[in-house]
Structure formats: C-alpha cells, structure tokens
C-alpha cells in the first residue's frame, strides 16, 4: 500500500510492507501524530491503541528510511539511523524522505500519513 508523509507542509512518499501488522496499521490511517527524538536514531509517537503482533518474527533489524512499531510501548517510529536488532520491533514499511532532513525536524512536529490514491 502506497502512504505519504506529510509534515511542515513537505510532502514524502513510502509504502507499507506487506504482512499483518503493517495491514492492522493501516486501518488506522489518516492519522496525524507528534513525534520526538529518540536516542538520536529515531523519531517516535505513541498510538492510540497497540497492534496484534501476528505474521512478523519477534524481533527485527530497521535500517535507515523505514516506518516500524515498537510493541513495548505501542509506538510508531520513522528511523533515520538503525537502532540495531530488538525484540519488538516490526517494520512496517519504508518512506522516500531525505534521512538528515528527518533528523533535524524539531520535537513536537506534527506528522501526518495517509492513504495514497496513486
């Protein structure tokens, strides 16, 4: 499924994988969320809700450029470095946007995805 980011009016298009917790994600968008700065690796923003972890090993191995969820603490997270391999984490997709401009996005900015119609 094709998604875009949309944030401080900049548009970056992604995709989500194809597997069961990426389709559960899904039937959540749109969404708009506030991210924050995590461990210099990553921005992150709660979910409302927890997704069912079916279909997708126990642990993974995000790489820069990548959507993922983080089960513990039922958290979204756009990676622009890899956090190494860790129990919980699923990637759920991948986004076109430029990695070093993602970093430098201050905490609190708001963060939309949605649906793409192309």
């Known amino acids: 499924m094709r998604i875009i980011l949309t944030a401080n009016g900049d548009r970056f298009d992604g995709e989500l994988y194809d597997h069961p917790v990426a389709e559960e994600f899904s039937q959540l968008l749109p969404l708009e969320l506030p991210f924050e700065d995590f461990n210099a690796v990553e921005k992150v923003a709660a979910l409302e809700r927890e997704l069912t972890l079916r279909g997708v090993p126990s ?24 956090p190494g391999r860790w129990p919980g984490l699923v990637r759920l997709g991948r986004f076109d946007w430029d990695t070093a401009a993602l970093r430098g996005i201050s905490d609190g900015t708001r963060v939309r995805i949605e649906r793409s119609e192309v």
């Open 59 to 82: 642990a993974d191995e995000p790489v820069a450029g990548e959507l993922g969820y983080y089960a513990p603490g039922s958290t979204l997270v756009l990676y622009y470095e890899s």
